[in-house]
């Protein structure tokens, strides 16, 4: 039954798949937008990497929304898997072994300088926020995985993610309080391709690579201590 | 380029494959970091970095860790090996 349910549902999603291509001139896209953002967005923004220029510069607020769906998420998850009671428990998980050790050890640093990068190149090179903050998470969470019994302040990594949440909005306020839009990119825009360019999105870039980062790592970090508990 | 990319896919559909049908959970969670790894390297053969980007860290290491600790949590992450002193009451 439950094969004949997949069969179906695979059938009726090929066949939507195939009606879909079926319509479109594959190959021959009217790249309009596209073509406009190439044009306009390096003068306007001060942004080379012009997917940061729609994702911070003109479409600011659905990243704000993006942020807050992540934040939801992660207060969810958050919840779900309960507060932080690993002192008891702390005992249960077992000791890593040397190469977890030592990998977790050269990695920590690698990982800290990628992220940063990411993070802070978001308007110059593929990248931002986003990802960089990930890999931030990972960098945190891996010397976690390695030793079980050390952990990280949730309070501290609740106050960053606030923090840096609390000035992207701020950003966008003083944009507001100049007579712009909300979160219209403020500032000098620079020479194209410098580190210190395109005015803001630099800044907006850290605030969402430190609030993802720390979501992360704290959500990461609460799946991993009080295992053993569920079992 | 072609070539490159039909290799990608093969390799991309052969863990998707390994995924269903591996009995080890954390194998298939570790082809299921190999699928995310697949398509981010088609992103960057289709000239999308910042989407490839993504796609490799959320997809191959985030949601591949994240499955993980879960399956840790239930306590189904069981090697068929089993490893002098580690892993044994997980």
Do not use: C
Request: aromatic letters at 6%; charged letters at 10%; a negative charge.
């Amino acid at each position: 039954m439950r094969d004949l349910a997949t069969l179906l549902f695979l059938g009726g999603l090929i066949f939507l798949l195939a009606a879909i291509t079926g319509s479109l001139p594959f190959g021959h896209p009217p790249m309009l937008v596209g073509q406009a953002i190439q044009q306009v967005a390096a003068p306007e923004v001060g942004a080379t990497n012009f997917v940061t220029a729609v994702v911070l510069g003109y479409r600011g607020l659905d990243t704000l929304g993006e942020l807050s769906i992540l934040f939801a998420a992660a207060t969810a998850g958050g919840l779900v898997l309960g507060g932080v009671k690993s002192r008891g428990r702390a005992k249960a998980a077992p000791a890593a072994g040397f190469i977890l050790r030592a990998g977790a050890d050269v990695l920590f640093p690698l990982l800290l300088i990628a992220g940063l990068y990411v993070v802070i190149h978001g308007h110059l090179t593929p990248g931002g926020g986003f990802q960089g903050g990930v890999i931030l998470a990972a960098a945190f969470f891996l010397p976690l995985l390695a030793r079980p019994h050390e952990s990280l302040s949730h309070t501290w990594l609740s106050v960053i993610e606030g923090l840096a949440g609390a000035a992207f909005i701020a950003l966008g306020l003083v944009a507001m309080f100049d007579g712009a839009a909300f979160l219209t990119p403020l500032f000098d825009k620079g020479v194209l391709g410098e580190l210190v360019s395109s005015g803001s999105l630099p800044l907006l870039y850290l605030a969402v690579g430190l609030k993802v980062g720390a979501e992360l790592a704290s959500l990461l970090m609460r799946l991993a201590q009080d295992d053993g508990a569920a079992s | 380029m072609m070539e490159l990319a039909v290799i990608v896919v093969a390799l991309t559909l052969g863990a998707a494959l390994a995924v269903l049908l591996l009995d080890n959970l954390l194998a298939a969670v570790a082809a299921a970091s190999a699928v995310s790894l697949g398509v981010a390297v088609m992103f960057v053969l289709l000239q999308a970095p910042d989407v490839a980007m993504t796609e490799a860290v959320v997809g191959a290491g985030l949601s591949g860790l994240i499955l993980a600790l879960a399956l840790r949590r239930l306590g189904l992450a069981r090697l068929d090996v089993p490893v002098s002193g580690e892993n044994t009451d997980a």
